[in-house]
């Protein structure tokens, strides 16, 4: 039975492998840099693994083109850009969520003058005029790279993806977050968080390192410089208790201290420098009548081949910079050296250690805090850029373990693992911060009858996320509005504010304010103040989630108090002394957020700025724990302590009964306008329509594609051997004639035909070819089919001399294994099939090659599935038969030996012991066993008999054991352990 037990082991591990397979969903993450995208993936059996595009590269260029209404994306792309600059777009992200008329968008037109940027009329963002009659906004060109990313990420994984982490840079604001949220709902994707490059990359470089955290903290900084923009990043490691689900846990995690950032610094800036050093030689050679600054395509070009240029003086002192056909008929070539490169670029080194020196500052660091720096992005390559990091932060080499390129991708795809519901991952805690400080701004009536502006701190700059915190109301008893706007900004520099945008944020209106006092306006009922309650999440994104009123209702008096009791007095003097102290502090708390005259509650943490003066409103954590990852649930829980003093005393004392009340309000955006619904869907609808274009074009490609290649195929393979000797002349004119018909008309009348046209033409010509073709493939096929239903027969006739010696039961049994007419119809059924066999190869050897074959592959398929099904059906049977035992009378006497029939030379043995009666059980060792037949080769056939079991071997394989926890794994959970 030991076959037994395997078989159904590995049924079992099938089925589990099964149902893991169609519960699971592949998550993705998109590293959405300024030049290049890099998508990852994770799904079972495949962590964390860069998904390859078309090209079968791991980063693809992040531009668009469109051009007679093809769309394409990548390398593609790239190569239409360079012939027409005017319909490929590219650096899309330094025009997210920006204003028309924003330095960035100044800066773009300066950079690409060849995009004609106009405003959205409504929303007053930026749109690309395509043609007279076409105009995209940057969030549906965004959207379309998406799509594209998505794409790449399902063929990889060979299953639909729609979970997915962004990485974006940490120095995005509100304006542009949300401008990448709305691009990815367009074409459908489920944003599960929007991640901070720098945290992503921290994330990668701490999962592969969990083992060398504790609870020391080791600082890293990562130096991030890519194409357009540069961070410094200084994160903390260490190991943490977390507590979920009521059970405790130490787990690594990461504190991000400070970010410092350049929003134009990068490898951009380098390349726009080369570029004009090489035109500037060009003009200076004379070779033109003008300047080759003129022609968009010539200096496309020239910026292609000054990045080339700049990544090979990273390894060389010096280098060619060559370009054939720059201008019609004029090549060019000149020699830059490391040298030339590095001044020309002076202004742009002066600024690298700029972040650096923002990160330390405001982390409040030293160089010497700093155990190791790590640097990241392509633009850190550079040899110079290197140098500077060294000297600000005094290491004499930098970290380089981790991937460049990818790290961003593969750490954005451990948190999507994190955040979905399919996959079970080690956990590892993430603290970001947030880079720009915001806060409340209203404005509220005097006691003189004037109006104040008064304004709160909500979120403090590198105040940690995802955090929730509460803005309290006291002074308000009517409808009234608040603003959230950014917090002092003087931290950035002149320039780094001008790039910013626009201060402002969101304005709330509150409504329903007046109705909801005067329902409350009772004696025993004390308004508590207007509760706004906001929510940063992991992508430092705010939002409001709502907004409510508070009344407290008084506890009705008590008449039967003995008051004056001398012992009422020490029992409640006791029980108050042995009181929770969190329930008391609960209840100051409360108190000091409704007074408004407390000025203890009013000094938050985070209340740094604002009138002191002020102690109407507050700006306080949701919870005591500003850390979400730390906090335990302290709110909404029964203090056990209190509840068993008060069952100590005789009466526990009323308490006051808290009453919310939801209010309403509208929010309206100040920075970007959000698209309306119409539009929104208009926008999807257009998207939707252009990827079906896309997908129809594909298809007819593929279809004319598959007709030429089989016409090519099919004219080759008529001349051939095989061919020839399996048709006859006039078939094989008449297949040629019909391939040239359907070439000519390929290249003449088809170039303009539907796919429809193209799937006839290819029917036609198989039909035409099919009896030949037919032919061939039987000819081909046949020996190897012959074999293999010789091969089965040989078995049959081994397995029926094999089973004729169990047709019978064995000695101590009642029944056989297999029955007389059970073996007899296998026979039959053997020998007809040989027969069958012998004879049609013997009609099929005397016709010729080019007639139709009396021996196919179907019927010898047929034959061999007919032979198959009786010995499965035999082998079967063998392997789960269980023989029944013949029962023995035996006597309770304690003689060894019992006369049977009365005759003494006829006398048999009998144990003393009582025999059993089960027929299931197992014969003991004194005893003949059932041996079933096996099915062997017949050149294997044993030359004398197999041996005779023992009844403990019997028992063994007779008990059918699954494997245990420990031999499964964890096939038994529905997640992917990574």
């Known amino acids: 039975m030991a076959g037994c037990r395997m078989v159904v082991v590995a049924l079992l591990a099938i089925s589990l492998a099964y149902l893991t397979a169609v519960d699971a969903v592949a998550v993705m993450s998109v590293d959405f840099g300024s030049e290049f995208i890099k998508v990852a993936i994770v799904k079972p059996g495949v962590p964390m693994e860069i998904a390859l595009n078309k090209e079968s590269r791991r980063k693809t260029p992040n531009i668009l083109s469109m051009r007679d209404g093809e769309r394409l994306f990548g390398d593609p792309a790239m190569n239409t850009g360079i012939r027409f600059p005017k319909f490929a777009f590219r650096f899309l992200l330094h025009l997210m969520g920006q204003r028309i008329d924003s330095a960035a968008v100044e800066q773009y037109r300066t950079r690409f003058p060849q995009h004609k940027l106009v405003a959205d009329d409504v929303r ?44 974006v840079p940490a120095y995005f604001t509100q304006a542009q977050r949300q401008a990448m949220l709305y691009s990815a709902q367009l074409v459908g994707l489920n944003v599960l968080q929007l991640l901070n490059s720098h945290a992503a990359v921290a994330l990668n470089y701490g999962v592969f390192r969990r083992n060398s955290f504790n609870a020391t903290e080791q600082n890293i900084m990562f130096f991030d410089m890519g194409s357009s923009g540069t961070s410094a990043a200084i994160v903390s490691y260490q190991t943490a208790k977390v507590k979920e689900l009521g059970f405790s846990e130490t787990i690594p995690q990461l504190t991000v201290r400070a970010v410092g950032f350049d929003r134009t610094l990068g490898g951009l800036e380098m390349d726009l420098r080369l570029r004009d050093h090489l035109a500037d030689i060009f003009d200076s050679q004379k070779k033109a009548p003008e300047s080759v600054r003129k022609s968009p395509r010539a200096m496309a070009k020239l910026l292609k081949e000054a990045n080339r240029v700049k990544q090979v003086l990273s390894a060389n002192v010096d280098h060619f910079a060559q370009i054939e056909g720059l201008l019609p008929d004029i090549d060019f070539r000149a020699k830059v050296s490391r040298e030339e490169f590095e001044k020309m670029c002076a202004d742009v080194f002066a600024r690298v250690q700029t972040p650096v020196e923002q990160a330390l500052k405001a982390a409040e660091m030293d160089a010497a805090d700093i155990e190791q720096v790590i640097i990241v992005g392509g633009g850190s390559r550079v040899p110079k850029v290197q140098q500077l990091i060294m000297e600000v932060v005094k290491k004499t080499e930098l ?35 947030s880079f720009f400080p915001m806060e409340v701004a209203f404005d509220r009536q005097t006691e003189d009858g004037g109006t104040k502006h008064v304004r709160r701190v909500l979120y403090n700059r590198n105040n940690l996320s995802p955090q929730k915190k509460i803005m309290t109301f006291n002074k308000f008893h009517d409808d009234f509005e608040f603003a959230l706007d950014y917090g002092d900004l003087s931290h950035l520099s002149k320039e780094q504010a001008a790039e910013h945008g626009p201060l402002n944020i969101t304005r709330v209106s509150v409504s329903g304010v007046g109705d909801v006092f005067r329902k409350h306006d009772k004696e025993n009922i004390e308004p508590k103040g207007i509760k706004a309650h906001f929510n940063l999440d992991s992508g430092n994104v705010i939002a409001l989630d709502h907004i409510e009123a508070l009344f407290e209702r008084a506890p009705a008096p008590e008449n039967n108090t003995e008051k004056g009791s001398a012992f009422s007095d020490i029992v409640g003097g006791i029980s108050s002394f042995f009181s929770s102290k969190g329930e008391s502090e609960e209840k100051k708390k409360a108190e000091a957020e409704g007074d408004g005259e407390s000025s203890k509650s009013e000094s938050t943490a985070d209340q740094t700025k604002g009138d002191s003066g002020e102690k109407g409103e507050s700006a ?107 048709s006859e002349e006039e078939e094989r004119t008449t297949v040629t004639a019909a391939l040239s018909a359907a070439s000519d008309w390929l290249y003449e009348d088809g170039d303009g035909a539907d796919r ?104 010898i398929k047929d034959k061999a599935t007919a032979l198959d099904r009786e010995l499965y059906y035999l082998g079967n049977k063998a392997k789960y038969f269980v023989p029944t035992k013949k029962k023995v009378n035996t006597t309770k006497s304690g003689s060894k030996n019992a006369t049977v029939n009365g005759t003494a030379g006829n006398t048999t043995n009998a144990t003393s012991e009582e025999a059993p009666t089960s027929g299931t059980e197992p014969p003991t060792s004194d005893s003949e066993e059932f041996v079933p037949p096996t099915v062997e080769s017949p050149t294997e056939a044993p030359k004398k008999k197999p041996k005779r079991k023992t009844a403990d071997a019997e028992e063994s394989e007779e008990t059918l054991a ?17």
């Open 124 to 167: 007053g963002t930026v749109c690309i005029e395509y043609s007279d009659s076409e105009v995209y906004c940057v969030e549906e060109l965004v959207a379309m790279m998406l799509n594209n990313s998505r794409e790449t990420a399902s063929t990889f994984a060979e299953q639909p993806v729609k979970d997915c982490v962004i990485a």
């Open 399 to 433: 970290g380089k373990s981790v991937n460049s390129d990818e790290a961003a991708a593969l750490g954005a795809s451990y948190a999507a693992a994190g955040l979905s519901k399919a996959f079970r991952i080690k956990k590892f805690g993430v603290r970001d911060v």
């Open 620 to 726: 306080k954590p949701e919870s005591e724990g500003t850390d979400p990852l730390n906090a335990t649930a302290s709110g909404n829980t029964t203090d056990t302590n209190s509840t068993a003093n008060a069952t100590t005393t005789k009466k526990k004392a009323p308490q006051p009964v808290m009453l919310k009340e939801r209010l309403a309000f509208t929010v309206v955006h100040q920075d970007i306008v959000p698209a309306s619904d119409k539009v929104a869907n208009a926008s999807r609808q257009r998207l939707v329509e252009m990827t079906e274009r896309d997908i129809e074009k594909a298809l007819l490609e593929a279809a004319k594609n598959t007709l030429e290649a089989y016409i090519f195929d099919m004219q080759d393979r008529m001349y051939s051997d095989e061919y020839t000797q399996a």
């Open 756 to 859: 429809k046209a193209y799937d006839e033409k290819l029917t036609g010509l198989k039909k035409a070819a099919k009896s030949i073709v037919a032919r061939v493939g039987e000819h081909q096929n046949r020996p190897q089919l012959v074999q293999g239903l010789r091969s089965l027969l040989n078995s049959s006739r081994y397995f029926v001399h094999s089973a004729r010696n169990y047709t019978k039961p064995a000695p101590g049994y009642v029944d056989s294994l297999y029955t007389k007419v059970e073996v007899d119809t296998l026979e039959k059924l053997a020998n007809e099939t040989e027969t069958w066999l012998n004879e049609t190869e013997v009609k099929q050897s005397e016709l010729k090659l080019s007639a139709d074959p009396v021996l196919t592959g179907n019927d």
């Open 962 to 978: 699954l494997p245990d926890g420990d031999d499964q794994g964890d096939s038994k959970d529905d997640h992917q352990e990574l």
